[in-house]
């Protein structure tokens, strides 16, 4: 793949995955500014993972009338109107009704930058370009939190969304002149693979043990991860109400771990011996950073996020890479499954654990999460007859 068209792929990601997450170190002055209680404004996150569960329905159906160019032309505009018109909301309601909207423009935008590097990589080097597009996303995602914060903390929570719309609006041109407008291969035999043969391989994928316990264990790590990075912005001024924005948004720096974690996977798993050893180590360290978050110090909060990010994108990388390993059925259907478990558990991560914070404080919150925590490692230890 041309570096000039790689380029226009990882601009429109960082942008893309920077508005999903933005909001997250606002809740607590969206909550104020949109007179809600704590329990409520996590919507606003939840409604956009939503849409995100889709991903396979997206790509199966969208890509097959428009190219990944155009798609990404046409979703990028409209989520910069969305951005926009939630910037000027006043209604929270209204808010989340927009972010659900924008969950299927991001899942359309990130199922056409995937789609379209698998089709201009030769195939021996996809695996490289896919590596640094995660990477990517994982920059994306601190990006957006670290922006905002900065950005609230001297202008306002609005203007955050203004810029991150013309932000977005500048994916437009990029895409326009870099990218080339090519389209998915017709298959050769439609008659071969039919919709009846497609529906058995779905369900193939839920039947197979192997699957389901990565499926479940991978609901429970980001139901835990959604929790913490959506209400630590409350736990942050619950300590110290005078904590500026930008304390709050330098708080998600450990998120960069990740970045390390997707491409030291492999060498750690042979380090420890197998993907089964290492996702659970992955589990042990994260549970154990996590028991650390409860200690109410920020200095201490800030140095445990970056442990608990690097135990969470450790199972992460090796449960989606192992799930390609084994898989025997085509993969656009296993990891379609994946991460629809993957942002289900964001959807109710970021809501549920919320009513427990409100209600029962901070430390029955963490103790409800470290048992989702107990119960994905215990789900991993289940596949020590297929690793």
Known sequence: MPIKEFIAIIYTTVMTISA????????PILAGSLKVEMDTIPLIMSATYIPLTTIPLISGIMLKFLSPKNMILLAALIHSLIVFLISIAENLYLVICLRFIEGFLISAILTSNTTYIALKSVQGRIQFFISYYIAFTIIGGLFGRIFSSI???????????????????????????????????????????????????????????????????????????????????????????????IVIGFIYTGYITGIFMSFIATSIIKWIGNERKTMLAGFIMYGFFLLLLSIPS??????????????????HSVASGYLNKIATIPKSLVNGAYIAFYYSGGVLGSY????????????????????????GLCIITKLSDHA
Not at 357 to 365: A, C, D, E, I, P
């Open 298 to 315: 920020i200095p201490i909060i800030f140095l445990t996020m970056f442990g608990f990010c690097s135990g969470m994108f450790l199972v």
């Open 151 to 245: 950005i609230a903390n001297y202008f306002g929570w609005r203007i955050c969304f203004q810029i991150m719309s013309v932000s977005l609006l500048i994916v437009i041109p990029v895409v326009y002149y870099f990218l080339e407008n090519i389209k998915l291969p017709k298959s050769i035999d439609t008659k071969s693979h039919s919709d009846q043969d497609s529906f058995k391989e779905l369900k193939m994928v839920f039947l197979d043990k192997t699957y389901l316990y990565i499926y479940i264990s991978i609901f429970c790590l980001f139901f835990v991860f959604s929790a913490i990075t959506n209400f630590l912005p409350f736990r942050i001024k619950n300590i110290d109400k005078e904590s500026s924005q």
């Open 20 to 27: 999903l997450h933005m909001p997250e170190p606002l809740l």
């Open 352 to 375: 549920i654990p919320g009513l427990i914070y409100k209600n029962f404080g901070w430390g029955t919150f963490i103790g409800l999460l470290f048992v989702f925590i107990i119960t």
